[in-house]
């Protein structure tokens, strides 16, 4: 609120409490203010679900992958400092909030292109957590060196990818459509008549 003083008389302009000051046809009114209520988005749920677990696996970190991050954050900080959050704590909870962006360049092969500030390492898995290829540490962070690109064409059983943008921060993208069908048939529920 804003308190205007004239030798006319003191006029408010703004909010103040639950009540609201403004002209009206170049009078002062006061009127009562409002809230809103509108329920959140999808995706206003989903970014606060991530932002919640975020601060939760930051704060469960080990002490050697916290340094390591502050190292991180240090060197890009010096870099570019006006391009980053302020501290090391707001920089951990950006790079599990924001996402790796991947594509897919090819719909037949599913070869994919992952897009992001640092691509440290770069797992492909199968439906059932099996790792069919591993990229190995790709980037060095800790010498000043990031890979923002990475590019590669799958194995053939690869359902999902696994990110890991710095040390002790993951991201997982599936890449192929995981089919949920029977993986069993019990010939005791099943009845010929209905089949012919």
């Not at 050697?64 to 959050?85: A, G, Y």
């Amino acid at each position: 609120m804003v308190k205007i003083e004239n030798e006319y008389g003191d006029k408010y302009t703004g909010k103040y409490s639950n009540a609201i000051y403004q002209q009206h046809y170049g009078r002062q009114i006061r009127r009562k203010g409002y809230k809103q209520r509108k329920p959140p988005s999808k995706k206003q749920i989903e970014t606060r679900e991530r932002f919640k677990e975020a601060i939760q696996n930051i704060k469960q970190l080990p002490y050697d992958q916290v340094q390591s991050i502050k190292k991180i954050f240090r060197i890009l900080k010096e870099k570019n400092p006006r391009s980053w959050p302020v501290n090391w704590y707001n920089f951990a909870k950006l790079c599990y909030i924001k996402t790796p962006k991947v594509t897919i360049l090819d719909p037949e092969t599913f070869e994919y292109q992952v897009t992001y500030f640092s691509i440290y390492q770069v797992v492909e898995k199968t439906a059932s957590g099996l790792i069919v290829y591993d990229s190995g540490i790709i980037s060095s962070p800790e010498t000043n060196q990031f890979l923002q690109t990475y590019q590669k064409t799958p194995e053939t059983r690869t359902k999902y990818i696994e990110i890991t943008v710095i040390p002790g921060i993951t991201h997982t993208h599936p890449l192929r459509p995981i089919l949920t069908s029977l993986k069993y048939f019990d010939n005791r529920y099943f009845d010929n008549r209905y089949f012919t």
